[in-house]
């Protein structure tokens, strides 16, 4: 159940979005580039399926996982 990982693992991190690779027929499937609040980019890609999606300049708050086992959410 990855929701247990992150909440044992996870790390809560404020980030802004500066990228959105949208995919699929009708572009419902969004893989966003996320920066941290030190500058740097996040490897990991957050993945976000629907409408409603984050747009870039807009801040979030993620809990992920620091070895990458675990896909990323976004915090509640």
């Given at each position: ?8 693992r996870?790390?809560r ?27 740097e ?36």
């Amino acid at each position: 159940m990855p929701e247990a990982a992150l909440e044992a693992r996870g790390v809560r991190e404020g980030v802004v979005v500066v990228a959105d690779s949208a995919t699929g027929k009708d572009g419902k499937n969004h893989h966003l580039t996320l920066r941290a609040a030190n500058g740097e980019e996040l490897e990991e890609r957050f993945t976000y399926n629907g409408s409603g999606v984050p747009r870039v300049g807009e801040r979030l708050d993620v809990i992920r996982d620091p070895e990458g086992v675990v896909p990323m959410e976004q915090a509640g």
